[in-house]
Nanobody
């Protein structure tokens, strides 16, 4: 299984970025896939998840209303549209799949990870 992120970069506060994650090697029909991030000096934290089959979405309170997670099952690709970005969104963003537990914030409940893509929001 391989997860490859792209789309990170440098953006001013209030701007937008769209991250992509291409998944190869298997599909995760019965599970959720998602995005987590690690800000400098902080623990990795949950951002958003989406059910591969139903498309039901889940968000951390800190990004709800600003970020939108989606997936394209034909392309085996997941996206994270990030709008109204804030300096505190600066982090390395990781895609992860599948989620196999009960707590999206528990990093040990995500089986596979991408290499991460850097998002930097300037003030």
């Amino acid at each position: 299984v391989q997860l490859v992120e792209s789309g990170g970069g440098l953006v001013q506060a209030g701007g937008s970025l769209r991250l992509s994650c291409v998944i190869t090697g298997r599909t995760f029909n019965s599970f959720s896939i998602g995005w987590l991030r690690r800000a400098p000096g902080k623990e990795r934290e949950f951002v958003a998840a989406v059910s591969w089959i139903s498309g039901t979405t889940y968000y951390a309170d800190s990004v709800r209303g600003r970020f939108t997670i989606s997936r394209d099952t034909d392309k085996n690709t997941m996206y994270l549209q990030m709008n109204s970005l804030k300096p505190e969104d600066t982090a390395v963003y990781y895609c992860a799949a599948p989620h196999t537990g009960w707590n999206y914030s528990a990093v040990e409940e995500w089986d596979y990870w991408g290499q991460g893509t850097q998002v930097t929001v300037s003030s």
